[in-house]
Nanobody, 122 residues
Framework: QLHLVESGGDLVQPGGSLRLSCAAS????????IHWFRQASGKEREGVSC???????AYTDSVKGRFTISRDNAKNTVSLQMNSLKSEDTAVYYC????????????????WGQGTQVTVSS
């Protein structure tokens, strides 16, 4: 079976940093596009960052310059380094995997992790 497991969520003060990881089991992430989404309470799920199968990356405007996505094929993980965190980054963060080349909307992804909570608060 194909599984994705997120980790790294925590309570952090504004301006702080967190590093989220998305670990795959049962399949290799090599060749997959991996997308980080987040969903704040009462809001729709939104795309945060995506790393395509060719290694190119994309970010939503609100996190550009603060978040960095990367993949480690040897460890079969994708990480999201989040710096200069703001209260509006508070959400449950999910990773999703798709065997295609592009970043796609959430409804297109078949494989999802269970999510990890990020809370930014003083």
């Amino acid at each position: 079976q194909l599984h994705l497991v997120e980790s790294g969520g925590d309570l952090v003060q504004p301006g702080g940093s967190l590093r989220l990881s998305c670990a795959a089991s049962g399949f290799s992430l090599n060749g997959y596009t991996i997308h980080w989404f987040r969903q704040a309470s009462g809001k729709e799920r939104e795309g945060v960052s995506c790393i395509r199968s060719d290694g190119s990356t994309a970010y939503t405007d609100s996190v550009k310059g603060r978040f960095t996505i990367s993949r480690d094929n040897a460890k079969n993980t994708v990480s999201l380094q989040m710096n200069s965190l703001k209260s509006e980054d508070t959400a449950v963060y999910y990773c999703a995997a798709g065997l295609w080349r592009l970043c796609r909307p959430p409804q297109d992804y078949e494989y999802w992790g269970q999510g990890t909570q990020v809370t930014v608060s003083s």
